[in-house]
Nanobody, 125 residues
Framework: VQLVESGGGSMQTGGSLKLSCSVS????????LAWFRQGPGQEREAVAL?????????SYADSVKGRFTVSQDSAKNILYLQMNSLKPEDTAMYYC???????????????????WGQGTQVTVS
């Protein structure tokens, strides 16, 4: 599977950005899609998870609940992350990730994902 993110950039506090992740290759064989982020000097953390095996159920990090929304255009194999009410602490490199292993729930640990994009930078000031 190949993942390519786009849509990052610089934004003022309170603004919005929409990230996209194009999924190709074995797109249909993925069970979990996710957005992670990694700020300077920080560990990579899960931001939003999309469980394709559970009718598209989603879960979010507490820090982004109510502000970020993950969605998918299954026909185009594109994963999105709509980010509203951005805060400076949202500044990070954002990565999309995928995994083709069937699990009870999608994991929140980056080590459990096999496919990764190259990342797109989001800077909020």
């Amino acid at each position: 599977v190949q993942l390519v993110e786009s849509g990052g950039g610089s934004m003022q506090t309170g603004g919005s950005l929409k990230l996209s992740c194009s999924v190709s290759g074995d797109a249909g064989g993925q069970y979990c899609l996710a957005w992670f982020r990694q700020g300077p000097g920080q560990e990579r953390e899960a931001v939003a998870l999309l469980d394709l095996d559970e009718n598209g159920s989603t879960s979010y990090a507490d820090s982004v609940k109510g502000r970020f929304t993950v969605s998918q255009d299954s026909a185009k194999n594109i994963l999105y992350l709509q980010m509203n009410s951005l805060k400076p602490e949202d500044t990070a490199m954002y990565y999309c990730a995928s995994d083709n292993r069937l699990r009870a729930t999608c994991p929140g640990s980056s080590g459990q994902y096999r496919g990764w994009g190259q990342g797109t930078q989001v800077t909020v000031s």
